[in-house]
Nanobody, 126 residues
């Protein structure tokens, strides 16, 4: 089973920044759906940012204007730049890949993503 590998998590103060990276080199789909999810303790996992199969980016409302998803096609790396972090952003962050999806990340079901990383913890606290 293809596994994705995330890195870049850590602990920051409110207002700080982090950049998460995900190695997607083992994803061989021609038009993959790529996304970042997060799961806070005791909460349901939610998609926060993603590229659909037409490479259109989307964000959940709570991170719009603060988070930016990008990818380096040459290096097969998916990034999530997170700025102005808030305590409510504290969660385990996962990258995910699927064969195909359309539309905003908030509308794509988790079952569309067959491959996941192990997660990287982001903690925002003063």
């Amino acid at each position: 089973q293809v596994q994705l590998v995330e890195s870049g998590g850590g602990s920051v103060q409110p207002g700080g920044s982090l950049r998460l990276s995900c190695d997607t080199s083992r994803v061989t789909y021609s038009r993959p759906c790529l996304a970042w999810f997060r799961q806070a303790a005791g909460e349901k996992r939610e998609g926060v940012a993603g590229f659909d199969s037409d490479a259109l980016g989307s964000y959940v409302d709570s991170v719009k204007g603060r988070f930016t998803i990008s990818k380096d096609a040459a290096k097969n790396i998916l990034y999530l730049q997170m700025n102005d972090l808030k305590p409510e952003d504290t969660a385990m962050y996962f990258c995910a890949a699927g064969r195909f999806c359309e539309g905003g990340i908030q509308f794509v079901p988790e079952m569309a993503f067959g491959f996941w990383g192990q997660g990287t913890q982001v903690t925002v606290s003063s």
